[in-house]
């Protein structure tokens, strides 16, 4: 009896491994290009011909749009870079404007020459006071040195004078104030130290 029913079992799986076959063989040929499009190899061999043609069209259109692309950043870079300072200048322009205007009020004839003097004072002060506050606008800010301890980083000793107020190491005088740039040091100052008195 169990004989019988392994012969049976074999039979059976006999049976199925043929339509297993015939099932994959029809899938492979669901599968296979050239079946579903119906075409010959020439008409095949042209399509794919064209199609080759139409990404190298797009790849060169690309890569001259990118190109174009890369001339036009430098053009624009070069120009930034050429008249990267033409606002600050034309922020300056003013300040030669009113040197000139107090050098020509010192000039008239007629005048004073006590007058003359006190007028160029004046306008020279206000030159300076309208400069330092463009320099500002442009975050630019001198270091206040006078009576403060000598820092190296940020000033540079001249000389070293006896004082009777300023303390020993610290900053009597400036020969040259020095200024930062936002956080960055524009220039050092220039100044004199204090050996504090005589007898020290």
Not at 74 to 84: S, V
Not at 131 to 146: G, N
């Amino acid at each position: 009896m169990e004989k019988r029913e392994e012969q049976v079992g074999k039979e059976q799986e006999n049976e199925i491994v043929p339509e297993k076959m015939e099932q994959q063989a029809a899938e492979d040929v669901k599968g296979t290009p050239a079946l579903d499009a119906g075409l010959t190899g020439e008409e095949k061999l042209a399509s794919a011909q064209q199609e080759i043609a139409e990404y190298q069209d797009k790849m060169l259109r690309a890569a001259a749009e990118f190109d174009n692309y890369k001339k036009r950043m430098e053009r624009d870079r070069n120009a930034a870079m050429k008249y990267a300072g033409e606002h600050i200048l034309r922020e300056i322009l003013p300040v030669v404007d009113n040197l000139e205007r107090a050098l020509a009020q010192g000039g008239v004839e007629g005048v004073e020459a006590e007058t003359k003097t006190a007028a160029l004072l004046e306008g020279v002060q206000l030159t300076l006071k309208g400069l330092l506050a463009t320099l500002e606008k442009f975050e630019v800010r001198s270091i206040d040195c006078i009576g403060q301890p000598f820092d190296p980083n940020v000033q540079e000793a001249l000389a070293m004078e006896a004082s009777d107020v300023v303390p020993v190491n610290h900053v009597l005088s400036e020969f040259e104030k020095g200024y930062y740039y936002k956080d960055r040091l524009l220039r050092v100052a220039r100044v004199i130290v204090s050996s504090g008195t005589d007898g020290s």
